[in-house]
């Protein structure tokens, strides 16, 4: 994940989420782009497909979290 998205998603508008697996499904089913925290876990998300997961794996997010939306319509994961 490049370091400049990265640093930008405090920025982003956030939620919290608190079904696990099932948040992230209806995540993925909204096409949503943006990143997901669980605790020190990150999972990053483009169009609702996964392209990447750092300090973790995908079990951390089992649980509940934060999701931040990316703010840019044209490509959802930058500024």
Known sequence: MSTRVVDRVD???ERPFSDGYR????????????????GGAELYITKGAVVGIRHGDIDDFDGSGTAYE??????????
């Not at 990316?70 to 500024?79: A, F, G, I, K, L």
Request: glycine letters at 6%.
């Open 11 to 13: 920025e982003w508008r």
């Open 23 to 38: 948040s992230l499904h209806e995540l993925a089913e909204d096409g949503f782009s943006g990143a997901v925290r669980a």
């Open 70 to 79: 990316s703010p840019s319509p044209r490509c959802r994961y930058s500024r």
